[in-house]
Every structure is written in C-alpha cells, then in structure tokens.
C-alpha cells in the first residue's frame, strides 16, 4: 500500500468552456457539482458515489447553445485528472467492470487502465433528450474521458427503455468499475500491472 495522495486540480478554460476540476481518488464519494446542467451534475454526482472518489466540479460554459461542449469538456478534464492522480498506476489493480442494474436497464462497464484510448459503445438509447439533456451526449462524454485518461472503455447496453435509468446505470457502473481498477492490489504491491513494466 501507498501513502501517496492520489489527487488531481486541472483547470481548462477555452472560448466555450472554463472548468476547474478537482479529484481525490481515495475519498469518500464527497461531491460538489456545479456543471450549469442538472441531469449531468446528477450523473457525476453519482459517478463520485459509486467510485468513492471525491470530486469538485465547476464549470461555466456555453450552455446557451447546448450541453455539448460543456459535457465534452468536462470528460477531457476528468480523464486528465484521473491520469494525473494515477501517476505510474504502480500497484493499482487496472482492471474493473460492473453489471448494473438499474431498475429495468441493466448494462455493462468494464474498463482496463491501459494508457491506450478506446471506447466500445453499443448503448442504444430510445429517447433523443432526458429533460433538456440531449442523450447522444452520454457518449461524447465517455469518448472525452476515454481520450484523454488513456482508458480502455467498453460500455454495452444488454436491455433497457427508460432512458434516464440506461444513462444512470452507465454513471454508477462507470464509477464502480472505476473503484476496482485504481484501488490498491495487495499482492502487487509497487509493481506496474505490465508484463512491459510500464503502462
């Protein structure tokens, strides 16, 4: 085990966004959400929950337009601070998944901390919006967190019609998976998950 605080702070500001982003990996599932959008500050919130990950998010964007870059952003940020807290991800686990359901949704989340981006999405969604939300932006999300934390991220709808609770299990799944894969592995204790010896 490691004493190492596992934390991060990313700022990002552009023309559509200005972010600050903080992330505690071993916290208590603490969260304080500030996105300017009320179903992804839900989502996050969640995400924190299920990860035990403390996370401060604030954002002010362009939500006059859409959520879009707001959403994407927020990924980009999310996934720099994951990296940054990981570090070498000596000792980690690297690996998690998740089955969840969520009332009659039930999806799969696995996820490999391999330093190479990839997002597997077969998440079909029935409804174009959740309140103001437009849900195609729960992709743009993942594909942001994915690219810019280095994550293998397979995310597999396997039955569901309520679009909320489809985009809530992916949240709360994420954030499980996510749980496993940076917690501490006692019989690797020091060591990078690698047979190259770096990731």
């Known amino acids: 085990m ?10 990002r500001n552009t023309k559509e966004t200005q972010i600050k982003l903080a992330l505690n990996l071993d916290g208590t599932g603490q969260a304080a959400i500030d996105t300017g959008c009320g179903f992804l500050n839900h989502m ?10 403390d996370l401060n998010v604030c954002c002010r964007g362009d939500v006059d337009v859409d959520y879009h870059h707001t959403t994407e952003d927020i990924g980009i940020a999310l996934g720099e601070a994951l990296a940054q807290a990981l ?5 980690i686990n690297r690996y998690g998944q998740q089955l969840l359901p969520m009332d009659e949704a039930l999806v799969l989340v696995a996820v490999d ?6 997002l597997g999405y077969q998440a079909e969604i029935p409804a174009a919006k959740v309140g103001d939300f437009d849900t195609e932006l729960a992709e743009e999300f993942m594909q942001a967190l994915s690219r810019s934390a280095g994550l293998t991220l ?9 679009a909320h609770h489809i985009i ?10 996510l749980r496993q894969a940076v ?4 019989q690797n204790a020091g060591r990078i ?7």
């Not at 490691?2 to 700022?11: G, K, P, Q, S, W």
């Not at 397979?154 to 309520?162: A, D």
């Open 113 to 118: 901390l391999s330093g190479r981006a990839y």
């Open 183 to 186: 917690a501490q592995d006692a």
């Open 44 to 53: 996050l919130e969640l995400l924190a929950a299920h990860g035990c990950f």
């Open 193 to 199: 998950p690698s047979t190259k010896g770096v990731i």
């Open 154 to 162: 397979h995310i597999r709808k396997l039955c569901g019609h309520n």
């Open 168 to 177: 809530e299990a992916m949240f709360k799944g994420l954030g499980r998976a």
């Open 2 to 11: 490691t004493n190492v605080l596992r934390e991060a702070l990313i700022e």
């Open 87 to 91: 570090g070498d991800k000596r000792g």
